[in-house]
């Protein structure tokens, strides 16, 4: 069983700051790249950012600059800082984990269940 529990969300005004943390627990070994997607009303998932095994950034379109992605290998936790906020991020933000759970089956995705952030104008 792999668990990604994910922490942070929550009420911001605009042009304010939240930071998310996800931790991924479990049977999980040889992570490859953990990051954060995020799921607004109405629209596809789409994401934010994703740090790979040996420190390479991908980061979505239009997310670099207010979004940060930071990741601890030690603690299996990935995090994303969050500036300078605005109403259109209001959405459900998920944690995003590629590793291996069983060995006969190789990598696979796992995602958090979720965690609200709602921005206020």
């Known amino acids: 069983q792999v668990q990604l529990v994910e922490s942070g969300g929550g009420l911001v005004q605009s042009g304010g700051s939240l930071r998310l943390s996800c931790t991924a627990s479990g049977s999980i070994f040889s992570i490859a790249a953990m990051g954060w997607y995020r799921q607004a009303p109405g629209k596809e998932r789409e994401m934010i950012a994703v740090v790979n095994t040996g420190g390479s950034f991908n980061y979505g379109p239009s997310m670099k600059g207010r979004f940060d992605i930071d990741r601890d290998d030690a603690k299996n936790t990935v995090y994303l800082q969050m500036n300078s906020l605005k109403p259109e991020d209001t959405a459900v933000y998920y944690c995003?984990?590629?590793?291996?759970?069983?060995?006969?089956?190789?990598?696979?995705?796992?995602w958090g269940e979720g965690t609200l952030v709602t921005v206020s104008s």
């Open positions: 995003y984990v590629n590793g291996v759970s069983d060995y006969r089956r190789g990598h696979e995705d796992y």
